[in-house]
């Protein structure tokens, strides 16, 4: 049982994304008091940055199922279309319902600026436990304001803390300076940013999700521009783990996702360009070049690049709340290993709760995608059951909260070599599924011990890496199936 500070204090949230409003409506479930605390101006705030992409995630996968019972009980019905929302959507259908429903718990355009204990700084540890703690947050109308709380749920994301384009971690030479050629990894290409992309030229950097989605909006811009010229630059030797598994893939609008994009670099719409690693970038005039590593790693001419590099969590926040977290991903230690993208490419993360959400300033939990750090391997569906367990263990209810499931769909490839080339048979995804809940896939170079562990019995837990910034996003490129329902 969590017993930190005085329980008549709230338990704050930091963020009214999905998942930040998933754990206010366990909260409210339970008959918690709680407080949302939201930087943007509306909930969703970040997923409303992506609304005109659609996302390969159904809507039963993408709605708690406590959430869904508080609105049911106002006449709000899940939408039944098979087909998945886009980011508008999501917000417009299911997060402001839920929002007005919980809001006057919830504070918009109120953001954290920083966490600590009331009194304390972090190297006091006497009595510490005692303590609420301390947030400060600057106001709608930029006041500081102070709120204590019981205990802390940041399910703030990663959407504001996207990698640099450099190789080595950090922004390579010159890119600071030519911050105006450089897009965001969503940019509306069909749609509100469309006269910056037709006819001109545009280079994508990632391997993820979100760069497909770019590539394949740029796609449909080039058939109707035709002098629109894309060009996309990988760090491996292949994109075939960008590809997926197609037809195999359990969650259909992800596997038409990966084959429409092999069809347009297939087709030499877009240059591929692998083996990348971008160390500096020079702006000329209206253009950009972008450099490499060796010489021959120059591309000319560039009117913008669009950074499709991923996310990691800003815990500057955070200096003074004492957190043990892994040392490369940055999620919370225990996590780290049934995460890391190098031994979990698809569906192979198994349930998790609070347990392994916990760090060492009891009653503090990072939940959602700031949770899974640096790891593109978050899904929805993942951080509803984190916030349903952390929320059940606040409320005393230990058993329910270490009662951690999760059936998630499985992707077509699960194991790739060196190359990105399948590895198929033996793999995750050459097993059947009630070998899959006990065994562990094949993957390159050796397996820590700590990445694989025991899944409960009868238990399917199959997750997959989205290698998406806000998870679990797809194309607007899909193509609608033979009936017609995506038109």
Avoid at 206 to 226: D, F, I, K, Q, V
Avoid at 303 to 326: I, K, N, Y
Avoid at 340 to 354: E, F
Wanted: glycine share 12%; aromatic share 4%; charged share 20%.
């Amino acid at each position: 049982m969590i017993t930190t500070s005085r329980t008549d204090l709230p338990v704050a949230v930091i963020g009214a994304g999905p998942i930040g409003l998933a754990a206010a409506a366990h909260l409210s479930d339970r008959g918690l008091p709680f407080v949302v605390l939201e930087a943007g101006d509306d909930v969703g705030a970040a997923v409303s940055e992506w609304a005109h992409v659609r996302t390969f995630t159904p809507w039963q996968y993408l709605v708690d199922p406590t959430a869904e019972a508080l609105l049911a009980a106002t006449g709000w019905t899940r939408p039944a279309t098979p087909v998945p929302p886009t980011g508008g959507e999501l917000v417009d259908e299911y997060l402001r319902p839920l929002g007005a429903l919980l809001a006057p718990h919830v504070r918009l355009g109120h953001r954290v600026t920083a966490v600590t204990r009331d009194g304390l700084d972090k190297t006091r540890s006497i009595g510490r436990s005692e303590h609420p703690f301390l947030l400060r947050v600057q106001g709608p109308d930029g006041e500081l304001l102070e709120l204590r709380a019981r205990a802390v749920l940041d399910a703030s994301g990663t959407w504001a803390g996207r990698n640099p384009l450099g190789a080595s971690g950090l922004p390579a030479a010159g890119e600071d300076a030519a911050a105006p050629f450089l897009v965001g990894p969503l940019p509306d290409v069909l749609g509100r940013d469309r006269e910056r992309f037709a006819g001109r030229s545009t280079l994508v950097v990632g391997s993820g999700h979100s760069a497909a989605n770019t590539l394949l909006a740029l796609g449909r811009l080039a058939a109707e521009e035709p002098t629109t010229r894309i060009i996309w630059a990988i760090r491996g030797d292949s994109p075939e783990k960008v590809y997926g598994g197609g037809s195999a893939d359990q969650l259909e609008a992800r596997g038409r996702l990966g084959e429409d994009l092999r069809s347009l670099v297939a087709s030499g719409v877009v240059r591929l360009v692998p083996r990348f690693s971008v160390t500096g970038l020079e702006s000329h005039g209206d253009t950009v070049s972008v450099i490499g590593a060796t010489p021959e790693q120059r591309i000319d001419d560039l009117h913008q690049v669009a950074a499709a590099t991923g996310f990691r969590p800003d815990l500057a926040m955070l200096s003074e709340v004492r957190l043990d977290l892994d040392p490369g991903l940055e999620a919370p230690r225990a996590l780290g290993p049934l995460i890391d993208p190098a031994y979990h490419s698809c569906g192979t993360v198994p349930p998790h709760g609070h347990r392994d959400l916990a760090q060492p300033e009891e009653g503090f939990f990072i939940i959602g995608m700031k949770s899974y750090g640096r790891a593109p391997t978050f899904l929805v569906t993942t951080g509803n059951e984190q916030a349903r367990s952390v929320v059940a263990a606040l409320a005393g209810d230990l058993e329910g909260a270490d009662r951690v499931q999760l059936l998630l769909p499985e992707t077509g490839v699960c194991s790739v070599d060196a190359t990105g080339t399948d590895l198929g048979a033996g793999s995750c995804c050459g097993t059947t599924t009630a070998a899959r809940e006990t065994a562990v896939p094949v993957t390159i170079g050796a397996v820590p011990a700590a990445a694989h562990r025991p899944l409960p019995v009868g238990v399917a837990a199959q997750g997959f890496a989205t290698g998406a910034a806000p998870g679990g996003i797809a194309a607007t490129a899909v193509r609608a199936p033979d009936s017609g329902c995506c038109g």
